[in-house]
């Protein structure tokens, strides 16, 4: 059983088909990481809705981390990180950038991932403000 599976199981109310999707979705999305030059963590609602719990992370290799460490299995509660919260309730995305510095990409964007009218996850892309060094490549 993969850690995702075993997390959804344990945490939240998902169906077997929303647990489904979910790891389809992980399966794949490497290259997303990799193209957005970003970290990539999914979250789902806790079976009580108190907060969101981290069942998935994947880290760029195309560019600096922007989430050194492993989230996976952490509990966030309802008002903590408000984006994820929004994502989560009103079902559309949420970006939060650096008001000083609006076109750099460092921030964090909240994505919801639906099925059917429900939301199921809230995926958040971590964008690194760090910059980018060119290699010989």
């Known amino acids: 059983m993969t850690t995702l599976t075993r997390l959804v199981e344990e945490r939240t109310d998902l169906a077997d088909a929303d647990v ?6 992980v ?8 193209l957005s030059l970003s970290d ?3 979250w789902v609602p806790t079976w009580n809705e108190g907060g969101l ?4 992370q994947i880290r760029p290799t195309t560019a600096p981390t922007a989430v050194p460490d ?3 299995g952490s509990f966030v509660p309802r008002g903590r990180h408000p ?3 929004q994502a989560a309730a009103f079902g559309r995305a949420v970006t939060v950038r650096d008001i000083a510095h609006p076109w750099i990409p460092g921030g964090v964007e909240a994505y919801p991932i639906h ?7 809230v995926l958040a892309r971590v964008a690194s403000a760090a910059p980018r060094v ?3 490549l």
């Not at 489904?20 to 979705?25: E, F, K, N, Q, S």
Request: negative net charge; without cysteine; aromatic residues 2%.
């Open 53 to 56: 719990v981290a069942v998935a």
């Open 40 to 42: 990539l963590v999914l």
């Open 83 to 85: 984006h994820l919260d």
């Open 70 to 72: 492993d989230i996976v």
């Open 20 to 25: 489904d999707l979910l790891v389809r979705l």
């Open 27 to 34: 399966a794949e999305w490497s290259p997303l990481a990799d």
């Open 115 to 121: 099925r059917g009218e429900r939301v199921i996850g």
């Open 134 to 136: 060119a290699g010989r």
